[in-house]
């Protein structure tokens, strides 16, 4: 047995030894990311909020990163102890929020206002603190309740009378269904349903009603991802049905009436066949000229801007290219490999945009050069004033001296203002030709793998200042310039 006065010094020291214990112990602990244990589901139009919480809840270098498919552009970011919006995908911007009162909980929560549909998907929850980093995935389903089910009387069909039910603004896809008074499913005759532009389906489906036999009956429509659902009833009286059948008499008349129709009209067809034919083929020869007409129109459209009087060799500044860009030896060719270049921070360099100038510039004269992406996602090429900002955020725009056409967040589009030009008629071309007229204020783009004009943005005055070739890179890209 140990003695009184040695055990009144061990508890104190104990204690404290188990309590630097604990405390080293939650510091080499791994951060855990972890989500929901199910999906997250929400009405069109509602606000919802993706949980993501993570542990240990010690504090530290904290960012977080909510994305979808690809890393960047993201869908929130919160980094140095505020949001970051500068690479945000632009369907959520100005419609997320991230729930910084839970930050000392270990909650990293995500408010989207106003869900859309096409917001439903997987999202990823990636969270970098110190030198650790973890990651979770939130699913989030999206619904939209439509309109109550329509009952329409069409027509007499097999003795009976024909029922159509019609709901529309539905998802997922809905489901019809058919119940007579006592509560049983009826069969359907026909159903259909189809899908408009914005994702909402509409669904129809039709039934025989008989005489004395279901005169009662309720359509009603939900999907699968609610319980909740609409309906409507029916009830036709017995006086509807005394038409269904008469109408055997009729046709039979009609249908005589359709056969000596249908011998005069052969009759008159015979002798008009000659003229008709001689009508279609002079119809088929002007048709041919139109054609011929439009395709010289447009070949001299592309030769009047496609080919101006000076074909520029572009040279890449490297005094303008930002840290993260790597330029070739002979400076006609640039990669992003987002590995920070030992250069120094001169005032003429791009930062924190990942963009570079061509070494000449233009004051006068109509010029042109190509520019291909050899690799990577997102890019843009066209041209800058010399007096383009260069530090701090900077908005690709003309008003900010940028004209330029690109893949930006997934989609091929013109850089307007006051929004972007989505161009889905044309296919993204790995190679664009960019068309400067100084004087005339003009700046065009031509995909050189179609030879079809791209877009042309509205006349501008330059003033004088100097005009330079210009491109940003997103992650991964690789482009080059021609000649």
Known sequence: MLPSSHLHCSLPAFLIYGLIFHVCEL?????????????????????????????????????VTWFREHFSPFVHRYKGGQDQYGEQMLQFQGRTELLRGGLARGSVDLKIFRV???????????????SDYDEAVVELKVTASGSAPVLAL?????????????????????QLLWQ???????????????????????AESSIILAK?????????????????????????LDPFFLNAHPWITALGTVLVAVVALLIVTVYLLKIKGKQEKKIAMQEAA???????IEKQVGELAWRRYAVPIEEVKVVLDPDTAHCDLVLSVDCKSVKRKDTRQDVPDIPQRFNPWRCVLGCQGFTSGRHCWEVEALDGGG???????EDVKRKGEIEFKPEEGIWAVGQWAG???????????????????????????????????????EEIPIFTFPLASFEGVRVYPWVWLGPGTWLKMWP
């Not at 009662?216 to 029916?234: D, K, T, W």
């Not at 890019?379 to 800058?384: E, I, L, Q, R, Y």
């Not at 850089?415 to 004087?439: C, H």
Request: include cysteine.
């Open 27 to 63: 510091q080499q602990a791994p951060l855990n990311v972890t989500g929901p244990p199910g999906s997250i589901t929400v009405a069109v139009g509602k606000d919802v909020v993706l949980p993501c919480h993570f542990s240990p809840g010690q504090s530290g270098d904290l960012e």
């Open 116 to 130: 859309q549909l096409s917001d439903r998907g997987n999202y990823t929850c990636f969270i970098h603190r110190d």
């Open 154 to 174: 069409q027509h007499y069909q097999d003795g009976g009378i024909r029922v159509s039910c019609r709901s529309a603004g539905w998802f997922p896809q809905p």
């Open 180 to 202: 007579d008074p006592q509560g049983q499913h009826l069969p359907s005759l026909s159903e259909s349903v189809t899908q408009d532009q914005s994702g909402l389906f509409t």
């Open 212 to 236: 004395g036999v279901r005169q009662e009956l309720s359509c009603s429509v939900r999907h699968a991802l609610s319980s909740q659902g609409q309906g409507s009833a029916l009830h036709i």
């Open 286 to 292: 002007l048709r041919d000229r139109d054609v011929e």
């Open 379 to 385: 890019w843009t090429v066209g041209v800058s004033r």
């Open 411 to 449: 989609q091929f589009q013109a850089l307007t203002a006051p929004n972007r030009t989505l161009l889905p008629e044309i296919q993204t071309p790995k190679r664009i030709r960019v068309s400067l007229d100084y004087e005339e204020g003009r700046v065009a783009f031509f995909s050189v793998d």
